[in-house]
């Protein structure tokens, strides 16, 4: 099946939801997730690196949906420390390594949406999407 546009009507209810929560909370969502106790599996953490991880996405664009994120909550990139950027975008090209093993996609959209104006839902802890597409 071949998706012309990336929209499921499932995520209507979180997305019109998730702007002003979490703006309005001390931490985002991944944050919360990083101190809640909870092991990796049960997280949905795929994968962790020194300075960043990877956590399936709870509200998919398509089967394999994965978010990368640095541990430190910062809102831009510029944000970053150069370590961090470095770690940020090793872990991204880990995914995508995965992704193409494990799905057999026919190519990867990979991308942040930077401020809520861009589509961020989660705004406050920048996050990279890697979506593999048919």
Sequence with gaps: MSLEQLWNGWRAEYIGT????????????FTSILNSGLSDEDAFIVHRS?????????????SGHVLVLPYREVPNLE????????????????????????????ALNVGINLGQAAGGSIAQHLHVHVVPRW
Aim: glycine share 0%; aromatic share 10%.
């Design 18 to 29: 998730a702007n002003s929560n979490s703006t309005n909370s001390a931490q985002s969502v």
């Design 50 to 62: 020194s300075l960043s991880f990877a956590i399936l996405n709870a509200y998919p664009y398509a």
């Design 79 to 106: 944000d970053l420390s150069t370590e961090e950027l470095i770690d940020l975008w090793s872990t991204v090209t880990s995914a995508t390594v995965a992704l193409k093993a494990a799905y057999n996609p026919d």
